[in-house]
């Protein structure tokens, strides 16, 4: 999952070349669900022509097992309850 993140933002802004792409190349739509402490979900929603503004990696510990913690920020146009 990460390296989707990864990619699809980098599709949005080329750092190292300090190009923006047109839009229509890097908006999705997105699918945040929300869920209990199960893991089911309970409330679903679809975010359209969405796209990451910033990612935040956490720190990487390989001396312990902690699962990797990446906060994601989505911009998009509309949102629907599903």
Do not use: H
Not at 16 to 25: D, T
Not at 33 to 59: C, F, H, K, R
């Amino acid at each position: 999952m990460c390296a989707l993140i990864y990619q699809w933002f980098n599709t949005v802004i080329n750092v190292p070349n300090a190009n923006v792409a047109a839009p229509a190349s890097y908006k999705r739509t997105s699918t945040l669900e929300m869920t209990d402490g199960q893991g089911s979900a309970v409330e679903t929603w679809s975010l359209y022509n969405s796209w990451p503004i910033d990612v935040n990696w956490n720190d990487l510990d390989y001396s312990n097992s902690e699962i990797q913690t990446v906060d994601v920020s989505l911009k998009f146009d509309r949102a629907q309850k599903t």
